[in-house]
């Protein structure tokens, strides 16, 4: 059983930076290394929309156009933890963010679909507000 531990939520004020941590854990000797990552964000009266996703095993990043740019995805194999880096923060970034993992060995498809990925974390609030 694989689980997922999101941080870093919290209020900001449009143009700001916040960096979002997601703590993955599962069986003895578990690695980051053979899963994708994705970051999903859901705000109130919206569906959750995928905003990135990480590739770890070939670190490749995938971004959805709202954040492209601005976001950028990053992970760290010794810690099993995936960034994700949030600069110049606007009022329409407010959500809950999740990430969700899933293995590399399923077939890709969109890499930002949220039906691809079997486990999901609880989720941080993040608001981006003056």
């Known amino acids: 059983q694989l689980q997922l531990v999101e941080s870093g939520g919290g209020l900001v004020q449009p143009g700001g930076s916040l960096t979002l941590s997601c703590a993955a854990s599962?069986?003895?000797?578990?690695?980051?290394?053979?899963?994708?990552i994705g970051w999903f964000r859901q705000a109130p009266g919206k569906e959750r929309e995928g905003v990135s996703s990480?590739?770890?095993?070939?670190?490749?990043?995938y971004y959805s156009d709202s954040v492209k740019g601005r976001f950028t995805v990053s992970g760290d194999n010794a810690k099993n933890t995936v960034y994700l880096q949030m600069n110049n923060l606007k009022p329409e970034d407010t959500a809950v963010y999740y990430c969700?993992?899933?293995?590399?060995?399923?077939?890709?498809?969109?890499?930002?679909?949220?039906?691809?990925?079997?486990?999901w974390g609880q989720g941080t609030q993040v608001t981006v507000s003056s």
């Open positions: 990480l590739s770890v095993l070939d670190d490749r990043a």
């Open positions: 969700a993992i899933v293995g590399s060995w399923y077939p890709v498809g969109d890499p930002l679909d949220k039906d691809r990925f079997h486990y």
């Open positions: 599962g069986a003895s000797g578990f690695s980051l290394e053979p899963y994708d």
